[in-house]
């Protein structure tokens, strides 16, 4: 408590500190006021937040209650699908019960049954057995007989070959023999004017091989009924046998060519059939060489040289030496492919073909150059190919345009007074084989004045009064293609070509139909083709004539004409080939 300071009123300081109460006291006052309405307030939001409390209460409440009766409904829901679901597994299993019963007692039943079944099955196949080792037995005792008739077929076969060989030979006769090419690409009928119809037709086969000695034809027209024509050769070759199997068959007559007979191979047909693969094996423009590697692909031509080398193998050293010539037959003039320039260039040189006094065809200043093997051989007739005149038409790309001749003269020495065998012993064959060596012809690369230089020695004319000589030629020949113009499509120089291919292949024909008649004149010189092959044609060699036919229908006519000059050709009767057992004096090459 504060005492009034001296001084002053005391009365006046009271009152000024009662006035200052009392404002502290309205001030306190109000305040009281406002905390009483702000309590107030808070009453009626504590009633407001009581009563929503409350009835939130009564609504969990009521929550409460409501998931209490679903749940006990669920429960008896669930309750009430599991019994029905029990009731029903107690049904099926009911079912499956009886089901399972009558399962069994069938299963009982057809095992039964089955075990019967067995039973008499196994009875049925020991049955069954036993017939079936008799006819095992009865087939082993037929697949015997068959045996025994197929090998007495066989040889009663070869047989009938040798006999029916040995009547050619007798008689004379051509051998022909004739190969179906396959079908190609280009034997559709595609840039000519004909209907569908006949280009479906150009496309089929004609032409099979019935057997190994039958061709059958089947030739139709329109409007008109099929023939079937069949045509007989000593052998057809089907468009699936190789070159190998034709080889085979033309292998035996080399050894007749070293035996002492003349031996001439000519393949003929129409252009495009295969001639040129038959003698040479595929060629392609541009690459003419005989690859080693398709050796399987390879023609009679090289196949011959390898043979006839090897033939010569086998013989005594120095007994054998073999010249070559090519030729070709172009536009009726004859030129030799292996003529060479003064600089060993090889060109073609046209030459001519003359008859000897005794009456055989000869052509001078031919070339022949000697080789030592088949390389060399397939060396000189690649020069001659590269020569060859060729020409693309509509049914070949690389048609020859001319005849080509690769002629092999092999000259045997025949030892003293013993004319029949060749040389006494291995000693003597050296012994002369050094004593002849100046007689023999050039070699691959020598000229003819280098080799005759040699034969005016005292040295060979020694050796020839102790050696005979004996010539013997194998010819091969690949025709030129007869040609259809219209289907060629040639024209200009290629149809002047045509034309002298058409008229040397009918003259062939035509000195063949002389020999056949046995007519008093063959016309020879009709053309450069027959003249050159007067000897082989005319009976002095053994002919064997290669018919090549394509299968398809285009073709038909042609193959006709191929088959009906084969089947002329074998029906011509010559006489007996001569066995060359004559000296022939040495002269220089």
Known sequence: MMWPRRGLDPGSVWAQRLRQLEQRLRTKEERIVVLETENAALHLKLAEYQGLAGRSTNEILQLYAAHGQQMKLQRISVVTQLHGAIKRLKQD???????????????????????????????????QNEAMQKFQIKAFDLEQSLQEVTERFEKEKQKRKALHNSLIELRGNIRVHCRIRPLLPFDDATGHSVSQDRQRNFSEKAAYAADDETVLVKCSRPGHASVNKTFQFERVYSDLESQDAVFADVAPLLTSLLDGYNVCIMAYGQTGSGKTYTMLGPQSEGNLAFSIEEESELGIIPRAAQEMFRLISEKPPGSYWVEVSVVEVYNNEIFDLLAKDSYGKVFGVKRDVVTTREGKSDVPLLTHVTVENASEFLHLVEKGLQLRVTHPTLVHAHSSRSHLVVTLTITTVVFGDNFGTLWENEQTSQRLHKESSCTFPQKVGESKSASSSRASSPVQLEATEKMKQVKTRLQLVDLAGSECVGLSGVTGAALRETSFINRSLSALADVLGAIAEQRAHIPYRNSKLTHLLQDSVGGDAKLLVMLCISPGQKYLTESLQSLGFGTRARQVQRGQVKKKNFPVPSKGK
């Open 93 to 127: 299993l009911k079912s499956l019960h009886s089901f399972a019963l009558e399962l069994s007692k069938d299963f009982q039943h057809q095992s039964k049954t089955c075990l019967y079944q067995v039973l008499a099955a196994v009875q049925g196949i020991q049955l």
